[in-house]
């Protein structure tokens, strides 16, 4: 018998890891504002998971250890690379985990309906949302490119997302019906 | 606090722009409020639906771009769109430079894709040292088509981790956020910039950037006629030259011409177009021009670039060159092959290393002398598969380091021996480059069952067999734990328990092939790990390195730092 767990223990957790990508991205998303840095927890996240496979017990809740790594490297990284105003702070961010719900993130339907929505948006609305949801842009390079203040921006975009949530919601509700 | 005031600062914070103040608020707010924490998370989870959809609709603005048009489309959108649909979830990575192994439609089940192609954007992002340590470029990315490569990069240090660009990488448009140092960037069209920091330059495409602040020198051959730099004062678009941009965060702009002629114009006043010619400079600030000094000297030009980068590898060169003096003086070292001083006919290595327990060389058979990963310096190519490099070292050990830097070679994919023992003995090792890029660590024990070989793998590393760049693999065999860790460029990416009931031997071993022996046994003893037949190792072997001691992983990061000659990116504190 080969006495090394690695191949099969090592695809398990990948696997694992590939299923709940996205709402550990989300996740990421809501406590590290800079998409970039986001990408670099979850490579970290992936590389820690990957290190410790072995210590995963098959059967056991992926979600919370998966998670726990994640929000520790969250923290590292922000600590690492962002200045206070960027970041909360550790109590902050120990008392948002705890208060997450283990509920799906987003089903297929919410995205299918946010494409539509996307195309109700004004042109000007939709130029905003895409210099920072496509190109991760931050408000104040998005103000320089539209020739706006950089508050209409932030403006713009809190009012975008409002009526996206509106508009999907709204769909969801009449394929409900 | 109202809900307008709580809503107010989470839109802030998700669009990144809270005060301290409105941090500490929020703060406040989300440790003392249930029903806070319970509206983040509500609105979290819209953010991230966007953000999400934003991922998934790269091409869009690619399509759109009159810039790009002319452009072949990036490669794999199409297909990955298809996959896309199948697996809505998986984040878009298309437009990374994936190796062709690594291409959705190689791999059957979607999972095993998603997950290989996220270690495949791992590698590129975290292993590089390399080459592309940010692909993402995320914040500042725009347009997501290479449009140039940074060339040379001396003493860079960036603006911010989001900023940190390598040499040797490709560029998309976007920001360069230079703080110190100097950096290189060829233009696909074939203009060449140098960028002082500190400096911020927007690559708008393949023949025009922004120099928002700092400093630039433009030389724009031929089929480059036409490059254009903007600047907040100017724009000038060349007209076959030699020139310098300066753009202070206050004050007068400058233009200076070193070389053929410009063309110059205020950005909102085409009217005000003029030509510039060769030792012409102008000063431009609030629409107004006026001419001064041409000062060259004051721009650094390719040659002081060169130089300057020159005298840094050397220096990093000697620093590793003091580091491998003290590995070889190691008492744990058994075996140290620098592949240094040795003649182009030399058919054996030194080895350097201070437990030199046997006739103190190892025998070159076959193999190509080629250069090293520093200049002037020395590697063997083994291409042919009776290639190989044979050694003694007797003894028996609990735990074994080993390290190589090694150059996958272009060709098939199969397992490459790094080492192979050849004793048949309980205690004898292999480490073997899998075809899949991933590493494994074999070790003969004494019982009966398979041979007795037993055997830890890494997760598949695809960028390992990319061919071409230099990797530094580590894999470190710990008796007493019985774990065996693999280390690619100095990151640890697994760690197993292997125990074993015999202790390690050497004996007469292999670098670079499978071993001497008679063909039957090989195949026999070497089936579980290798498959099909084992192979020369089929690249190059620059640094070779076994101590009878566990390395730690500060240990193995400094050997990667510290031998590697691309230096890591430096972020401003």
């Known amino acids: 018998m080969n006495p090394t767990p690695d191949p099969e223990q090592t695809s398990l957790v990948q696997g694992l890891f590939v299923q709940h990508l996205p709402a550990l991205r989300g996740f990421l998303l809501s406590i590290v504002s800079d998409f970039t840095l986001v990408d670099d927890v979850v490579q970290e996240t992936f590389l820690t998971v990957n290190a410790k496979a072995a210590q995963f017990e098959k059967g056991s809740n992926f979600r919370a250890w998966v998670y726990t790594i994640a929000r520790f490297k969250a923290l590292q990284a922000l600590q690492k690379s962002s200045p206070p105003a960027e970041r909360f702070s550790q109590d902050v961010l120990e008392a948002l985990c705890a208060h997450e719900s283990s509920e799906d993130w987003h089903s297929e339907a919410q995205m299918r309906h946010l494409f539509d929505c996307i195309q109700t948006l004004t042109p000007k609305a939709r130029e905003v949302v895409e210099l920072r949801y496509q190109q991760a842009h931050r408000p104040p390079e998005i103000a320089r490119r539209v020739g706006w203040s950089v508050d209409s921006v932030h403006v713009a975009l809190s009012r975008a997302r409002n009526l996206l949530r509106d508009c999907v919601l709204q769909k969801m509700e009449a394929e409900r019906a | ?573």
């Open chain 2, 1 to 573: 606090m109202s809900t307008e005031r709580l809503e107010l600062l989470l839109h802030r914070h998700f669009d990144q722009m809270l005060s301290l103040a409105e941090r500490q608020e929020l703060s406040t707010l989300l440790l003392s409020s249930p029903k806070a924490r319970e509206e983040f998370w509500r609105m979290a989870r819209w953010h991230a639906l966007i953000r999400q959809w934003g991922e998934s609709e790269w091409g869009r603005m690619e399509a759109q771009s009159p810039i790009l048009r002319a452009l072949p489309p990036p490669p794999r959108r199409t297909k990955h769109r298809e996959s896309e649909k199948r697996t809505p979830w998986i984040p878009d990575f298309s437009w990374v430079d994936v190796p062709e192994y690594l291409k959705p439609g190689r791999w059957a089940v979607p999972l095993a894709a998603a997950a290989a192609v996220f270690m495949g954007i791992f590698l590129l992002t975290r292993f590089s040292l390399l080459q592309n340590p940010t692909p993402q470029a995320g914040v500042n990315a725009g347009l997501r088509t290479e449009i140039a490569v940074l060339s040379k990069s001396c003493e860079a240090v960036w603006a911010d981790a989001g900023s940190v660009r390598t040499q040797g990488q490709s560029l998309n448009s976007g920001f360069i956020r230079l703080s110190e140092g100097a950096v290189q960037i060829d233009f696909a069209r074939g203009a060449r910039v140098v960028l002082e920091g500190p400096s911020d330059f927007e690559l708008l495409s393949d023949n025009e950037g922004k120099l928002h602040s700092g400093r630039l020198r433009a030389y724009v051959p031929e089929p480059a006629h036409g490059f254009l730099v903007r600047t907040r004062d100017f724009n000038v678009v060349d007209l076959g030259t030699e020139f310098g941009c300066e753009v202070p965060r206050k004050g007068a702009s400058e233009l200076h011409v070193f070389e053929g002629k410009v063309s110059f114009e205020l950005p909102s006043r085409p009217e005000s177009g003029r030509h510039i010619a060769q030792n012409e400079a102008l000063s431009v600030t609030g629409g107004k021009a006026e001419d001064i000094q041409a000062q060259p000297a004051r721009f650094l030009d390719e040659p002081q670039l060169a130089a300057r980068e020159k005298k840094s590898t050397v220096a990093r060169r000697e620093e590793w060159r003091k580091l491998h003096q003290t590995l070889s003086r190691d008492p744990s070292a058994l075996v140290y092959l620098d592949f240094e001083k040795s003649n182009p006919w030399s058919r054996s290595v030194s080895n350097l290393a201070h437990r030199n327990l046997a006739d103190g060389t190892a025998s070159v058979v076959g193999c190509e002398w080629v250069p090293g990963r520093w200049p002037q310096t020395a590697a063997l190519e083994l291409a042919k598969p009776g290639d190989r490099i044979r050694l003694s070292v007797p003894g028996l050990f609990e735990s074994l380091s080993l390290a190589a830097w090694i150059q996958v070679g272009s060709g098939d994919e199969g397992a490459r021996c790094l080492v192979s023992t050849e004793s048949d003995q309980p205690g004898e090792i292999r480490w073997v480059l899998q075809g899949d890029g991933s590493v494994t660590f074999a070790l003969r024990t004494a019982s009966a069952e398979d041979s007795g070989w037993r055997w830890a793998s890494s997760p598949a590393i695809p960028m390992l067999r990319a061919a071409g760049r230099w990797h530094l693999l580590t894999t470190v065999y710990n008796g007493a734990t019985g774990t065996v860790s693999h280390f690619v460029n100095g990151n640890q990416i697994s760690r197993s328990s292997l125990p074993s009931d015999s202790p390690l031997r050497l004996d007469t071993f292999e670098v670079g092939n499978a071993g001497l022996r008679p063909e039957e046994n090989l195949q026999v003893s070497l089936a579980p790990v290798l498959a099909p037949a084992p192979r020369a190792f089929g690249g190059r072997i620059d640094e070779f390195l076994i101590l009878s001691t566990p390395l730690d992983p500060e240990e193995i990061q400094r050997l990667f730092e510290t031998g590697s000659p691309v230096p890591p990116p430096k972020v401003r504190r």
